[in-house]
């Protein structure tokens, strides 16, 4: 791989990037989108560290074999922080249209802690995808270490994240082959040059 130019280098990652975008959708539905975003979304760093560590390719084998693996655990902590966030938001939003005014300002109020409740989210499945972890607290741990630490790896996936997103508006069949997976490479990729430990299969 080094050997060669960096176009083909280029579309190397192009290729990697649609493939594993396209199992993170397939994944997800699998899991009835609901149960299955999370896993989907370990499995899909845990495959990017792989192939930065030189792995020639990645099969549908070891793709479900960490899908499975990740299945309960993710779920467990994506829903424990997600659904009373959900429910927070939702509240929030009812507020909002039938309260009276200070009441609905009273409950805007919760919506910094939604964004960092996501923002930790976010950062607990990059972190599984790089990490192992025993259980629950391990992973909040983690996930809290990367928001501290590594603001830049974080900020600089989410960037990418929006742009994703933005392109996918005006071109929606971009989304499709590259609506997560660039910014999942980002905070990996980015966490993989600064950590030796991480530059192991």
């Known amino acids: 791989m080094n050997s060669c130019s960096p176009l083909i280098i280029l579309c190397h990652w ?10 993170w959708i397939g994944f997800s539905l699998l899991g009835g989108v609901l ?3 999370f896993p989907a979304t370990v499995m899909v760093c845990v495959m990017l ?3 930065l560590n030189g792995a020639a390719k990645v ?3 070891q793709m479900w074999q960490q899908y499975k693996q990740e299945f309960m655990p993710c779920n467990q902590l994506g829903w424990l922080l997600l659904l ?21 300002i009273l409950a805007l109020s919760f919506l910094p802690v939604a ?4 923002l930790v989210s976010y950062c607990v499945l990059i972190m599984q995808g790089c990490y192992h972890a025993n259980n629950i607290s391990q992973r909040i741990d983690q996930a809290l270490l990367l928001l501290k630490q590594e603001k830049i790896v974080l900020f600089s996936s989410l960037g990418v994240l929006v742009i994703c997103l933005l392109l996918t508006m ?3 069949i971009l989304g499709l082959f590259y609506g997560l997976s660039p910014s999942l490479l980002t905070a990996v990729g980015l966490l ?6 991480l530059k192991r299969y």
């Open 14 to 23: 192009l290729t990697r990037l649609a493939w594993l975008n396209l199992a």
């Open 35 to 37: 149960f299955g975003v």
């Open 49 to 51: 560290r792989r192939y």
């Open 59 to 61: 099969t549908m084998k």
């Open 84 to 104: 009373p966030t959900g429910c927070g938001l939702w509240y929030v939003q009812w507020v909002v249209i039938h309260a009276e005014r200070t009441w609905a």
């Open 115 to 118: 964004c960092l409740v996501l």
């Open 170 to 172: 005006l071109m929606p």
């Open 192 to 197: 993989w040059l600064k950590r030796d430990e």
